[in-house]
């Protein structure tokens, strides 16, 4: 049976915009208040997912969420008509309606972590959303995440659905942007990494001092053990807290893998070489450890540029790509490493450059905006098939976000309730045309 890596990407909601809302992202919060262009963001989503497509990647798309999220507003008591509470929430707690506007949800590393079929007990694939708590405006997306994910892994021959963790900071969970799964081949038991920021029942563990810790290592051992994972096939690791301290909020802004290769950065992790001997024993097959030293590549460049941010994928001749941003390129040395990487002895053997600057404004690179699903043919099949991008479904987007997107959004817009209007407006088509049913709370 032939098994395959797919790509999730999140649709950047009509909302997209510069709040500033997560401390310790060094982007967003820079860019707090800049006028956002939610067309544009949309559209170079849908650009990158439509040329993985083309490179003969699966690739599918999950919906966005309903924001402004009234549901919310009204939980924390605000009342009256629809207007009425964004009004309300705009003039006494500005910061919360913001919280419940953010399209964060487009950056699905975050929505879930997810194991394979081949890595589980029970020869499932797995799903836990994550529960994001570290964020307000992120701990609003797992319930709908999860609606989102049953409704495209629907058939539980196949598929379990977790709840998310428990919303407590101690189960604090970032989803698939901490964790790494690697094999030798898709269809093969692998071995998943687990990068937590700091751990809870052991005080004396080191952590960072300036920024949070978004994951905690009982929130990676809760979800190893959810998805039915053995010893022999996690590892679980520890972040670096300098580089957390230094903007890498994510363990996907330092590290990233695919198959035998786990690319990262010389400060990523502490104990690293004695992690990585824990992983090439785990192994089925001799590891690539591409290790970036500080001397090639800063901490700062690299959270600049997000060059670990990248997706690397392995292409259907068996060559490995790495798909990167833009500002890659616009980074001397990030792009003079990436031009050398391109000529070692390892698989990856191109890299191709993606304009998705309206997410990068708020840390998101391309990494963060996909969710990767390992499956074989029969779990492809599986699949809700109107989400999976092919020319149809990228033209259909695309006039969709034509027809219902602003190419302008400040602050002060989120509280205009022709805003909530067209949002919702324009989900209920997206549910109709990806045949999710009714996953949104407004359509309840
Ligand atoms: N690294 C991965 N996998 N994901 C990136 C997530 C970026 C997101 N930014 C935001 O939520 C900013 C929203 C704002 O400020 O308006 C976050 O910090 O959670």
């Given amino acids: 049976m032939k098994h395959f890596e797919a790509n999730f990407d999140g649709l950047v909601g009509p909302t997209h915009n510069y709040a500033g809302l997560s401390f310790g992202n060094v982007a967003s919060q820079s860019n707090a208040a800049l006028t956002s262009n939610p067309k544009d963001a949309a559209k170079q989503g849908l650009k990158k997912a439509k040329a993985l497509a083309d490179m003969g990647m699966v690739q599918g798309m999950l919906a966005p969420q309903e924001r402004p999220d009234l549901h919310t507003l009204r939980r924390i008591g605000f009342s009256g008509t629809d207007a009425e509470v964004l009004q309300k929430a705009a003039q006494q707690a500005p910061a919360l309606l913001q919280a419940c506007c953010s399209a964060s949800s487009m950056w699905t590393a975050n929505a879930a972590t997810v194991s ?12 836990t959303p994550a529960n994001l708590v570290d964020k307000l405006h992120r701990s609003i997306e797992p319930s709908t995440t999860g609606n989102i994910l049953k409704a495209i892994f629907a058939d539980s021959r196949h598929f379990h659905h977790h709840e998310h963790l428990p919303e ?12 790494t799964r690697l094999c030798s081949d898709y269809g093969r038991a692998g071995v998943e990494v687990f990068v937590y920021g700091r751990a809870v029942t052991s005080q ?14 009982e929130a990676s051992q809760a979800v190893a053990r959810l998805h039915q994972l053995e010893d022999d096939n996690t590892v679980f690791m520890q972040q670096n807290p300098d580089v957390i301290d230094q903007g890498v909020f994510h363990n996907d802004v330092i590290a990233v893998g695919n198959q035998n290769v786990l690319f990262y950065h010389e400060q990523a992790f502490l104990h690293t070489q004695e992690k990585l001997a824990e992983i090439q024993r785990k192994m089925d097959t001799d590891m690539h450890f591409i290790e970036v030293p500080t001397a090639k590549v800063g901490v700062q460049d690299a959270v600049k540029s997000y060059l670990f941010n990248t997706q690397i994928i392995t292409l259907p001749n068996g060559e490995m790509a790495i798909i990167a941003p833009t500002d890659c390129e616009e980074n001397a040395a990030v792009h003079a490493y990436l031009t050398e990487l391109v000529t070692f002895n390892t698989p990856i053997k191109k890299v191709h450059y993606f304009d998705v600057k309206q997410s990068m404004q708020n840390g998101g690179g391309p990494a963060c905006l996909r969710l990767r699903v390992a499956m074989n043919e029969a779990e492809l099949a599986a699949v809700n098939p109107n989400v999976m991008m092919n020319d149809a479904l990228f033209s259909r987007l695309n006039q969709w976000v034509d027809k219902h997107y602003r190419d302008r959004l400040t602050i002060a817009d989120l509280a205009d309730p022709q805003l909530l209007v067209e949002s919702r407006t324009a989900l209920d088509e997206l549910t109709q045309i990806m ?8 359509q309840r």
């Fill in 116 to 127: 394979p079929s081949a890595d589980t007990r029970d020869g499932k694939l797995h799903f």
């Fill in 168 to 179: 407590h900071p101690s189960f604090g969970d970032e989803g698939a942007a901490n964790h």
């Fill in 204 to 217: 004396d563990m080191p952590a960072p001092k300036k920024y949070p810790a978004r994951q905690t290592l």
């Fill in 435 to 442: 045949k999710l049913g009714s996953v949104y709370q407004f």
